[in-house]
């Protein structure tokens, strides 16, 4: 009986080592600005199905790449694979179709970007790091001292538009320094988008091609756009100290959230994929899961528990810690402000100011305060989800 032909491998699917710390092996598949990260015995596989051949043919020649055998099951259940089926077969679905980012429109293309991130490259470098951190922390602590020693007012409703604009500029310039990161490690990268991350509207960097950059540098472009965001938060330092505006404190305070907000791990930001890269682990929440279940069942002395390595408890350590110190800024940060929107706005709407600029004071309050109603929301929908996701992914790993 004749061999069935296998499919071949499409030209445009990239493998590249992933570095883990512990466990197998690891290889990321890129494919239409897809990323899976498969073992080796499954790379090989799809390494030597660069040609039609017979399956037999396939195990055997995968064996030999790997230097272990690869039976002609597991060979078949590889080309079978449904979630890899995009590697033989160009799909007709958009690449980022599964993507949590909706309704994205590109607003600034990579052509137009690519002066500017050549420009700013040199700043991931060793030495500006250094100084701009100095410097950051400098300008931290006098912009600290100066508002700790003045009489806090409320802002007015122009104020709040402008502190609200200085902050979403800084966002922006967050994106730049992921796509500048990529740009300085030469990996493939697209433009800045605007897009809705499930409820809440976000700008987004396109960066898909820092997944095949070693583990390291991967992790220098997750820091990238809160190494940015700093020099930006420095910039502002500066101005408040001259000019002493309320405004640009005001968006000092909420360039320190936003940058925070980021870093966590809980949700799947800039702080789970820096995390993920710096402790070399692939599907974070999965392995934290399971540390945690195994140090939990080790302690109440179940049947088949076993203590957690130092790596994997080190790692459960940062992420506990983070997310503990992070819900901790969170909900006191919203708590305030919204306690205090919320009266300065009643105040506002019961005194009857009727003058153009006492309406106006009072709906830049009211939006102020919709505003943070639906962080609060927002937030509490997606740290729900991201939990109930960590749960599940362990399950299904």
């Not at 890899?84 to 160009?90: E, G, Q, Y």
């Not at 960066?207 to 583990?215: D, I, K, S």
């Not at 997606?382 to 960590?390: D, H």
């Given at each position: 009986?004749?061999?069935?032909?296998?499919?071949?491998?499409?030209?445009?699917?990239?493998?590249?080592?992933?570095?883990?710390?512990?466990?197998?092996?690891?290889?990321?598949?890129?494919?239409?600005?897809?990323?899976?990260?498969?073992?080796?015995?499954?790379?090989?596989?799809?390494?030597?199905?660069?040609?039609?051949?017979?399956?037999?043919?396939?195990?055997?020649?995968?064996?030999e790449?790997?230097?272990?055998?690869?039976?002609?099951?597991?060979?078949?259940?590889?080309?079978?694979?449904?979630v890899?089926?995009?590697?033989?077969?160009?799909t007709?679905?958009?690449?980022?179709?599964?993507?949590?980012?909706?309704?994205?429109?590109?607003?600034?293309?990579?052509?137009?970007?690519?002066?500017?991130?050549?420009?700013?490259?040199?700043?991931?470098?060793r030495?500006?790091?250094?100084?701009?951190?100095?410097l950051?922390?400098?300008?931290?602590?006098?912009?600290?001292?100066?508002?700790?020693?003045?009489?806090?007012?409320?802002?007015?409703?122009?104020?709040?538009?402008?502190?609200?604009?200085?902050?979403?500029?800084?966002?922006?310039?967050?994106?730049?320094?992921?796509?500048?990161a990529?740009?300085?490690?030469?990996a493939?990268?697209g433009?800045?988008?605007?897009?809705l991350?499930?409820?809440?509207?976000?700008?987004?960097?396109?960066?898909?091609?820092?997944?095949?950059?070693?583990?390291?540098?991967?992790?220098?472009?997750?820091?990238?756009?809160v190494?940015?965001?700093?020099?930006?938060?420095?910039?502002?330092?500066?101005?408040?100290?001259?000019?002493?505006?309320?405004?640009v404190?005001?968006?000092i305070v909420?360039?320190?959230?936003?940058?925070?907000?980021?870093?966590n791990?809980?949700?799947?930001?800039d702080g789970?994929?820096?995390?993920?890269?710096?402790?070399?682990?692939?599907?974070?929440?999965?392995?934290?899961?399971?540390?945690?279940?195994?140090?939990?069942?080790?302690?109440?002395?179940?049947p088949?528990?076993?203590?957690?390595?130092?790596?994997?408890?080190?790692l459960?350590?940062?992420?506990?810690?983070i997310?503990?110190?992070?819900?901790?800024?969170?909900?006191?940060?919203?708590?305030?402000?919204?306690?205090h929107?919320?009266?300065?706005?009643?105040?506002?709407?019961?005194?009857?100011?009727?003058?153009?600029?006492?309406?106006?004071?009072?709906?830049?309050?009211?939006?102020?305060?919709?505003?943070?109603?639906?962080?609060?929301?927002?937030?509490?929908f997606?740290?729900?989800?991201?939990?109930?996701?960590?749960g599940?992914?362990s399950?299904?790993t």
């Open positions: 009986m004749n061999e069935t032909i296998t499919p071949r491998l499409r030209t445009d699917v990239l493998l590249r080592p992933f570095e883990e710390f512990d466990g197998d092996n690891r290889f990321i598949v890129a494919v239409d600005n897809r990323h899976f990260v498969v073992s080796a015995a499954v790379a090989a596989v799809l390494e030597e199905s660069r040609s039609h051949t017979t399956l037999s043919a396939l195990a055997a020649r995968a064996s790449r790997l230097g272990v055998t690869v039976s002609t099951e597991l060979a078949s259940q590889v080309l079978s694979e449904q890899l089926s995009v590697c033989f077969h160009a007709e679905q958009r690449a980022d179709a599964e993507c949590p980012v909706r309704l994205r429109q590109r607003v600034l293309q990579a052509s137009v970007l690519r002066p500017l991130l050549a420009l700013a490259s040199p700043l991931f470098t030495s500006a790091a250094i100084a701009l951190i100095t950051l922390v400098a300008v931290e602590l006098l912009v600290a001292a100066r508002a700790s020693s003045g009489i806090s007012q409320p802002l007015y409703g122009a104020q709040i538009v402008c502190a609200a604009a200085l902050t979403m500029f800084g966002v922006l310039v967050h994106e730049v320094g992921h796509l500048t990529c740009a300085r490690f030469g493939s990268h433009g800045i988008g605007l897009g991350y499930w409820c809440m509207p976000v700008f987004y960097a396109e960066v898909n091609g820092a997944w095949m950059l070693p583990r390291l540098q991967r992790a220098v472009v997750d820091a990238g756009g190494y940015f965001q700093c020099g930006y938060v420095l910039v502002l330092g500066v101005a408040y100290l001259v000019f002493g505006a309320p405004q404190l005001e968006a909420w360039s320190h959230f936003l940058m925070l907000h980021t870093l791990p809980v949700l799947k930001y789970y994929w820096l995390l993920t890269d710096l402790a070399g682990a692939s599907n974070l929440h999965a392995q934290i899961r399971e540390c945690a279940r195994n140090a939990w069942r080790s302690i109440r002395r179940l088949q528990a076993h203590w957690p390595g130092a790596r994997p408890l080190a459960l350590g940062a992420f506990a810690g997310a503990v110190a992070y819900f901790s800024y969170v909900l006191r940060m919203l708590g305030e402000n919204i306690g929107t919320a009266s300065e706005s009643a105040h506002r709407w019961a005194v009857h100011d009727r003058t153009p600029f006492g309406l106006w004071h009072a709906v830049g309050e009211s939006a102020l305060l919709a505003l943070l109603l639906v962080m609060a929301v927002s937030l509490s997606l740290l729900a989800r991201s939990i109930n996701r960590i599940k992914d399950q299904a």
